[in-house]
Nanobody, 123 residues
Framework: VQLQASGGGLVQAGGSLSLSCAAS????????MGWFRQAPGKEREFVAA????????VYADSVKGRFTISRDNAKNTVYLQMNSLKPEDTAVYYC?????????????????WGQGTQVTGLQ
């Protein structure tokens, strides 16, 4: 699976941003899809994941209630809607695909990664 993330940018604190990740190569609908992020000097951390059959989602506590993950299997795309952004949300955001068992929240459980897109939340 090849993944291409897009939609990053600069946003004022409290603002919103929507990320997209387009997949190609294999059957997108057969993969759990996740979003991770990595801030400068920090390890990559889990943000959100969505199950193969949409309806199950899981979020990091730090984004729960503010971020929403969704997927459109017909378009081979996973989305991350980010609301009420904070400066601490600043990071490079990566989408990833996993063949693992739900829930899939660890880096090691993901098999394919996109190239990352920068999100900067301004004060």
């Amino acid at each position: 699976v090849q993944l291409q993330a897009s939609g990053g940018g600069l946003v004022q604190a409290g603002g919103s941003l929507s990320l997209s990740c387009a997949a190609s190569g294999r059957t997108f609908s057969g993969y759990v899809m996740g979003w991770f992020r990595q801030a400068p000097g920090k390890e990559r951390e889990f943000v959100a994941a969505i199950s193969v059959n949409p309806g199950r989602t899981v979020y990091a506590d730090s984004v729960k209630g503010r971020f929403t993950i969704s997927r459109d299997n017909a378009k081979n795309t996973v989305y991350l809607q980010m609301n009420s952004l904070k400066p601490e949300d600043t990071a490079v955001y990566y989408c990833a695909a996993s063949r693992g068992w739900w829930p899939v929240t660890s880096n090691q459980q993901y098999d394919f990664w996109g190239q990352g897109t920068q999100v900067t939340g301004l004060q």
